[in-house]
């Protein structure tokens, strides 16, 4: 079976033939053709990976060619050659869509390292298709959150569960892994979603004025109230209201709280009257509330109550397969946010990525893919566009080999390894090594055959 399907166009019969023996020993199907309109009433029948043509033809030139290809399939990548290259030429071929622009006389290696690229751009064209699709089937609207790991999809679920529920709802997970995210989550599946969701968090308000950013005020409770002030409790009725960092809150105003989320009664600051609310707790926290239950700055009473359903959201780097369906979410948000053109993610920073620890998790890969966005110039985002300290982490990665293992098996965990950070990018592991990506194929038929590889 053929490893990719490749049409070449170029009136010079040796040409064709001399191209033809080349790609066939590289594993294509190979279709000639020496005239483009003959192509061109043909490509759109039928699958082809890459377009090889000449630039100089009768009847039509490979720049006319190329854009005539890319209405056809945009899919279809495009490898110029021509005797007469300049700078101004290529660089109009690549602006058109081409993938490369290779000069005659041609060279064995430069055309199979030409088509490579082109077949290597196009399944990362597909992945991103793939991904955006995904993105897309998801919805991706407010309270969607974006992941497909085992371990965010088991937090969905429960959460799913939660919000058909009246429970109260505690999430923890560590800073900036989209615990408001998943507030909102549970806020729009839940039966307040047609009630407002109101939001506070408690490590942003000092001590002294959080009760009062809570609970509301009447007039003379204080220096400056000169007027009644609703608080976020009694604007969340019939809906959802959600409490940010709750550990942070002070242990006077503890009590109070508790009394609200018992019975959905309070007072507001400086008045008598009781007020009685209706709504849903959604709490969150990155501290340990346990802990701080035993040092005396958090309320067992309170944690129990509102502990009803525990929900925890993973760490990004607990969810590395996340990162290329998030990475290309936040590419997608950052270029309608910054008016920029979407580009696509390399291989090598999708891995450098996926290599990363996010010790920042996912509000850290927002911001870097941020970055990326704003700093890019051409149609993709490469390792150079990535901070150095993340890039340095990739490089950095180590596999371990013990004293003794033979240099046969310790090539084998080497490209085993490689394949799989590489996430079988046969091509990309090839290319990480140094080596051809013809060795890799090669271990791994020896390796199904029971032998030992060699580099």
């Not at 041609?106 to 055309?111: D, F, G, N, T």
């Not at 940010?244 to 400086?270: H, N, S």
């Not at 596999?399 to 046969?408: N, Q």
Request: aromatic share 4%.
């Amino acid at each position: 079976m053929s490893k990719y399907r490749i049409a070449v166009i170029d009136d010079e019969i040796a040409n064709t033939e001399s191209l033809d023996r080349i790609l066939r020993a590289d594993g294509a199907e190979v279709i000639l053709y020496q005239r483009p309109s003959e192509a061109l009433a043909h490509l759109g029948g039928q699958r082809v990976d890459v377009v090889l043509t000449d630039m100089r033809m009768d009847g039509m030139s490979g720049i006319e060619l190329l854009e005539a290809v890319k209405v056809l399939d945009p899919a279809i990548e495009v490898v110029l050659m021509t005797a007469y290259g300049t700078v101004e030429l290529a660089v109009s071929a690549m602006r058109k869509g081409a993938s490369d622009f290779i000069t005659k006389p041609l060279q064995r290696v430069q055309v199979l390292k030409s088509v490579h690229l082109a077949l290597e751009r196009r399944g990362l064209m597909n992945e991103n298709r793939l991904l955006r699709q995904e993105l897309q089937s998801l919805g991706m609207g407010r309270g969607t959150m974006v992941g497909k790991s085992p371990s965010i999809l088991g937090t969905l679920e429960v959460a799913l569960q939660a919000a058909r529920s009246r429970a109260n709802v505690l999430i923890e997970g560590e800073s900036g892994t989209g615990k408001g995210v998943l507030a909102e989550y549970i806020h729009r599946r839940s039966e307040a979603a047609g009630g407002v969701l109101v939001k506070i968090n408690c490590a942003a308000i000092p001590d002294n004025l959080l009760e009062a950013e809570l609970f509301g005020y009447e007039p003379g409770a204080f220096t400056g109230a000169v007027k009644q002030k609703k608080g976020r409790v009694e604007l969340s009725h019939n809906g959802t209201l959600f409490l940010d960092e709750i550990g942070i809150a002070p242990i006077t105003l503890q009590a109070k709280l508790l009394r609200f989320v018992q019975d959905g009664e309070f007072e507001r600051l400086g008045g008598m009257d009781t007020q009685i609310v209706k709504t849903r707790i959604v709490a969150a926290t990155n501290a340990d509330l346990k802990r701080a239950i035993e040092q005396k700055v958090f309320r067992e009473d309170l944690y129990y109550r509102l502990n009803v359903v525990h929900l925890r959201v993973p760490p990004l780097r607990e969810r590395i397969e996340d990162v290329g369906l998030l990475a290309h979410h936040f590419i997608e948000v950052s270029a309608k946010k910054n008016a920029r053109p979407v580009p696509w993610l390399l291989p090598e920073a999708l891995l450098a990525l996926e290599h990363y620890a996010w010790p920042g998790n996912i509000r850290e890969l927002q911001n870097i893919i941020e970055r990326a966005v704003v700093l890019c110039r051409g149609e993709s985002i490469g390792v150079d566009l990535l901070p150095q300290e993340l890039v340095q982490a990739r490089r950095s990665r180590v596999i371990s080999v013990p004293v003794g293992t033979t240099l046969r098996d310790a090539e084998k965990q080497l490209i085993d390894e490689t394949l799989k950070h590489a996430r079988g990018d046969k091509r990309l592991a090839a290319r990480i090594l140094g080596i051809h990506p013809r060795t890799i194929y090669r271990h791994l038929d020896e390796t199904s055959q029971g032998s030992e590889p060699m580099l």
